[in-house]
Structures are given as C-alpha cells and as structure tokens.
Nanobody, 115 residues
Framework: QVQLVESGGGLVQAGGSLTLSCAASGSIFSRYTMGWYRQAPGKQRELVARITSGVNSNYAESVKGRFTISRDNAKNTVYLQMNSLRPEDTAVYYC?????????WGQGTQVTVSS
C-alpha cells in the first residue's frame, strides 16, 4: 500500500514558476514509477510527466522544455518543477505511483495560472 500526498500548488501569474511535491509512504518508493497527471475542468486527466525507478523520464509535448520531473528516493518524494507557466496549465495536478498491477493516486493539488 502506498499513500501519496501532493503539495506546492497555488496561484501564479503567467510566466511564473511552481514546484509540486509528492510525498509517498507505506511501501518501497524507489521501486515505483512515479507520475504527475493533471485534469482541467471539463477535460480528461492527462499525463504530464513520468519517471521510472531507473530515473528515465518522459513528458507530454505541451510541457517539454518547461517542466522537469525528479525524485529523491531518500526522501520518498517526487517533484515537478514547472517553469514558464501558461494559463492552459491550470488544472488539478495528481501524483501517481505504479508498480506491476498496483496503482495509487494522491488527492491532487490545484494549480492556477492567471494571464
């Protein structure tokens, strides 16, 4: 069992930056692929970025070059550094952990980017 708690969301102006954190507890964090997803009002949840246990990462095309995912296995935490934020980045951001058939979600944190 894995519990995920996101933090770091908030209101920021376009062009600004935020760093989201997701703290995990309850299992062997380093073995999980960790991901950040987001869901805007009226839209489906979409993958933003993902990082494997081997620290390979991939990103949605819309955030490449602006967002960076990283993990600190000693702190059981995954981060999403978001730069050059745009109004279209406004969404609830969710952390997720996947390993084999196990999938866990956090409760989400709101990110609002004003124009």
């Amino acid at each position: 069992q894995v519990q995920l708690v996101e933090s770091g969301g908030g209101l920021v102006q376009a062009g600004g930056s935020l760093t989201l954190s997701c703290a995990a507890s309850g299992s062997i964090f380093s073995r999980y692929t960790m991901g950040w997803y987001r869901q805007a009002p009226g839209k489906q949840r979409e993958l933003v970025a993902r990082i494997t246990s081997g620290v390979n990462s991939n990103y949605a095309e819309s955030v490449k070059g602006r967002f960076t995912i990283s993990r600190d296995n000693a702190k059981n935490t995954v981060y999403l550094q978001m730069n050059s934020l745009r109004p279209e980045d406004t969404a609830v951001y969710y952390c997720n952990a996947v390993r084999r058939l196990h999938l866990y979600w956090g409760q989400g944190t709101q990110v609002t980017v004003s124009s």
